[in-house]
């Protein structure tokens, strides 16, 4: 829903290991419009849309925050505006 004037949507979900933590980070990545870096923590907020035109709720990422922390892991952001988003999170091992 927000891919801008991208014609060709592109998601990708994987995964990696941080070279400094050992842990692993999940992600989702799109070609999008991106985030701004001054909104990443913003767009963790319930209902809260930026500069969205009406589209969503601002629900969507509120819920992936809070069944992350839930348990036991953090969600961040990493983009820029015009250059896609990635949305990462890791969890525990149990």
Known sequence: KYRGDQPSPKIDIGYRVDSESEETVFFVRDNGMGIDKSQ???????????????????????IVKRIVEVHGGRVWIESEKGTGCTVCFTLPVV
């Open 40 to 62: 990443h923590e913003k767009v963790f907020d319930l209902f809260y849309t930026g500069d969205r035109s009406g589209k969503g709720t601002g629900a969507g990422l509120a």
